[in-house]
């Protein structure tokens, strides 16, 4: 495509060849033409080499305020000059770029590379995309230039910011095979004191309460509460009534945060967790434990 330049050039040569003709002045001809064929063929000798764009991340998923390092190496795979090339990496406009650019003007030899650094901040959780790569070619005399698209994407997840929870007093009405971190209101292996019962044969000697024995004579057996594994299940509210508020501050923002926070508080006790997001449809994960359940919810 013509520049603005290209056709005020092309015009004026035109103009002098028709001026020339009209008044018999073959000097002006000669440097209307010469501006005719300057513009037809620098138009011919424009154009730009094979350029390959490739995209690196820091992280595939990152947490909501963390920084993510982005790297793009632009290589000139032709036989010519990309003469003035100008790249720019469209990044989502929920993003914030911290430091560096993403956009630069290469001059690029044949074979040769360049890298274009950045940073970029996420405030915002979800799903997004960088890319397309936008690439713009000038020629020397900025006399044409060329547009065009790399479709290169890199997705990227951003989970909600995860708080501490120092503890969460819950408790199972129902018993679990399986030993956890929940204390039960029934006898069984685990941390808190139960009650009180006489020794039996084949009792453990380091459950024996010794002061009970000197008070009463009598061997006596501490009995714990039983610590097991237990199922939770969040329920989230994501209808637009939770949405009222700002971008950053608002119910369904908060309830994500603190569902996100207690799923890690108790899949890290290797309690089983289960998520409930209602809005105009039901969507339901159910109950589960270890790290591949932890991302899902993070990622529903």
């Not at 971190?181 to 069984?188: F, M, N, V, Y």
């Not at 237990?230 to 923002?253: C, F, H, M, Q």
């Amino acid at each position: 495509m013509w520049t603005r330049k290209a056709a005020f050039t092309f015009t004026g040569g035109i103009a002098l060849v028709l001026i020339g003709m009209m008044i018999s002045n073959h000097q002006m001809m000669i440097l209307g033409v010469a501006f005719i064929a300057f513009i037809v063929v620098n138009s011919w000798v424009s154009g730009h080499g094979d350029v390959e764009v490739q995209r690196t991340l820091s992280a595939d998923n990152l947490y909501k305020g963390d920084d993510l390092y982005v790297e793009l190496l632009v290589t000139n795979r032709s036989r010519r000059k990309t003469q003035q090339l100008e790249v720019y990496d469209n990044v989502p406009h929920e993003m914030k770029l911290r430091s560096g650019l993403n956009q630069m003007r290469l001059n690029l030899k044949p074979g040769e590379s360049a890298r274009i650094r950045y940073v970029l901040r996420c405030p915002l959780r979800g799903h997004y995309s960088l890319g397309p790569v936008s690439l713009r070619y000038r020629n020397t005399f900025n006399l044409s230039v060329d547009e065009m698209y790399v479709d290169h994407h890199s997705d990227i997840i951003i989970f909600p910011q995860i708080r501490d929870v120092e503890e969460a007093f819950i408790r199972s009405r129902t018993a679990k095979m399986y030993t956890g971190a929940t204390t039960l209101r029934t006898p069984g292996p685990g941390t808190e004191f139960y009650s009180l019962r006489e020794y039996v044969p084949g009792d453990p000697f380091k459950n024996i309460n010794w002061k009970a024995f000197a008070r009463t004579g009598d061997l006596m057996i501490n009995e714990k509460c039983r610590d097991a594994v237990t199922d939770l299940y969040i329920i989230l509210d994501s209808r637009d009534i939770a949405r009222i508020g700002t971008v950053l501050k608002n119910p369904l923002e908060m309830g994500t945060v603190a569902a996100a926070s207690l799923a890690s508080f108790f899949i890290k006790r290797r309690d089983s967790v289960s998520l409930t997001i209602y809005d105009e449809k039901l969507s339901f994960l159910p109950p589960d434990t270890g790290d591949k359940q932890y991302f899902k919810i993070l990622s529903s």
